[in-house]
């Protein structure tokens, strides 16, 4: 077995691409060569790493040459073209786009819960969906003390989650509003999103639900390999920089007591339980930002039945996209997979 290995980052210089450096950085994963990549745009631009200024290259099939692992963090149709010519030189993809994650050769995995699905890779591990992540960590321990019949969610999503140009955009609109000025159209979100509150997160389908709300279902589905699940979900995008956040109402199959639901969420693995409503303590983005763990509060009972509310909150580039897909790689390295 290598003790280190040469690892590519496609999207090196976006959000999730640059905290995807950081963290492998914080965990000392044993990086050889780093490779870093972006379009043709970036090419030449610097990207630090462990002290050192490296070099972008454009993202092509021959960039892959020699590498062992590479962690996509750029587009959809990227992931779609180039994963398989990475796999094809012989690397193993962390793909952190939506492209392959409902394809049944591919493992969809989130190390806490489902670690053992990343021996079944023909080359390709996809990570969720950031919103995927904050909700499963948050249910898992749940589901495993009582099981889940049923869960309703609203989830709170951060600009971040969009990307740079996410970003971007509410900065530009709130400038404006302190200059006095009208705000540029708004790109990223399809409406002013600064003092606002949109219940869209990416793309409207022909029947009513987000894209994003469809991948919450489908992706919870395939981690949790509970097809029957029930999830009805409402996703919204706050203006808030980072941190997702959902709010619950969970229908247990056994009863359960939100002692014992406290008890089982702190005693999980990546999640930490901030819960004390008698001194305000509960989870916010802001308390998240910059943490690989995902923060659950406001355990209660619902006061019309029997389920149990909760709050979740990710930080959707850490534990949401690049803590994880590192997470995926050392495990994968755990189990001489690689
Ligand atoms: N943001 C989140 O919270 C989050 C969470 C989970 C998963 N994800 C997924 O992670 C991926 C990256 O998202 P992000 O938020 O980091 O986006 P971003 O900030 O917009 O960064 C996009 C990156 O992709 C690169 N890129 C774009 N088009 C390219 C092309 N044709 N060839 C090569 N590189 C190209 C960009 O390079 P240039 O700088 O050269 O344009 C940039 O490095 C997406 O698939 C997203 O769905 C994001």
């Known amino acids: 077995m290598k003790k280190s290995y040469n690892v590519a980052v496609v999207g090196a210089t976006g959000v999730v691409g ?6 492998l950085e914080e965990r000392r994963f044993p990086v050889a060569e780093l490779r870093p990549l972006a379009s ?29 692992i590479v962690f996509f963090a750029a587009t959809a149709e990227l992931s779609k073209t180039l994963a398989p010519e990475a796999v094809r030189r012989g690397a193993v993809v962390i793909d952190k786009s939506s492209t392959w994650r409902m394809d049944p050769r591919v493992p969809l995995v989130v190390p806490e819960i489902n670690p053992e699905a990343v021996a079944k890779h023909e080359g ?7 919103t995927t992540i904050g909700f499963v960590m948050a249910l898992e321990p749940i589901r495993r003390l009582a099981g889940v019949r049923s869960v309703t969610v609203t989830t709170l999503q951060a600009v971040s989650g969009a990307g740079r140009e996410g970003i971007e955009e509410l ?16 790109h990223a979100f399809a409406r002013p999103i600064f ?17 994003e709300e469809v991948k919450l279902l489908d992706e919870t589905r395939k981690i949790l390999s509970d097809p029957e699940i029930k999830v009805a ?19 247990t199959v056994r009863p359960v007591t939100p002692a014992a639901a406290q008890a089982a969420l702190a005693a999980f693995p990546g999640v930490r339980l ?29 006061l019309t ?34």
């Open 18 to 23: 640059q905290t995807q450096l950081c963290v």
């Open 40 to 68: 043709g745009r970036s090419a030449g631009q610097m990207v630090r790493f462990r002290g050192r200024d490296v070099e972008v290259r454009e993202a092509t099939p021959d960039a892959f040459a020699g590498v062992d």
């Open 124 to 130: 390709i591990i996809s990570c969720p969906n950031c």
């Open 171 to 186: 900065a530009a609109q709130e400038r404006a509003a302190a200059d006095g000025k009208e705000a540029p159209e708004p």
């Open 195 to 211: 003092e606002n509150v949109l219940p869209l997160c990416e793309r409207f389908r022909d029947d009513g639900y987000s894209t």
């Open 233 to 251: 979900m409402t996703c919204v995008r706050v203006p808030v920089p980072v941190g997702h956040s959902c709010s619950m109402l969970v229908e």
């Open 274 to 302: 901030v819960d004390d409503p008698s001194h305000n303590v509960f989870p916010t983005p802001l308390d998240v930002s910059g943490r690989d763990e995902v923060l659950v509060g406001r355990v209660r009972r619902d």
């Open 305 to 338: 039945s029997d389920r149990l509310w909760l709050w979740s909150v990710i930080d959707n580039l850490r534990k949401g996209a690049a803590t994880n897909a590192v997470q995926i790689a050392e495990e994968l390295i755990a189990r001489k997979l690689i």
